[in-house]
């Protein structure tokens, strides 16, 4: 769990579930992220991967946290079970981009058939 301090934005709501002042049930967790589901589903299996860091966007994040996220998502696609018939990977970057919090977020979105353009 991270502490409030540089890293956090009080006010993030990613970093209030990260810290646990908001409650949540994680479907996996580790030192550097969280996995939760989306509250507004956009398919039967929609998770969003949290780096526990706070960063806003993939632009403003380390190099590390984004290929370590990389190579988490085969194993957190094969928790979900969603390696056998496909899946979605979506990361939504600033206002024009669909990015409604300035938290960098992975979408993991599976479990139908998904069209294409998603908007």
Not at 17 to 43: C, H, Q, T
Not at 91 to 101: H, K, L, R
Request: proline share 8%; glycine share 8%; aromatic share 6%.
């Amino acid at each position: 769990i991270l502490s409030r301090g540089v890293n956090e934005v009080s006010d993030c709501i990613f970093c209030k579930i990260v810290s646990g002042e908001i409650p949540s049930k994680r479907l996996y967790e580790d030192d550097k992220i969280i996995v939760i589901n989306d509250l507004n589903p956009g398919a039967p299996v929609h998770v969003l991967v949290i780096p526990k860091e706070h960063t806003e966007n993939i632009l403003t994040a380390s190099p590390d946290i984004v290929t370590y996220v990389k190579s988490k998502l085969p194993e957190l696609v094969k928790m979900l079970k969603l390696d056998e018939k496909g899946f979605r990977i979506v990361i939504n970057t600033g206002e024009d981009g669909g990015q409604s919090v300035p938290h960098l977020h992975f979408h993991i979105l599976g479990g139908k058939q998904l069209g294409w353009p998603p908007c």
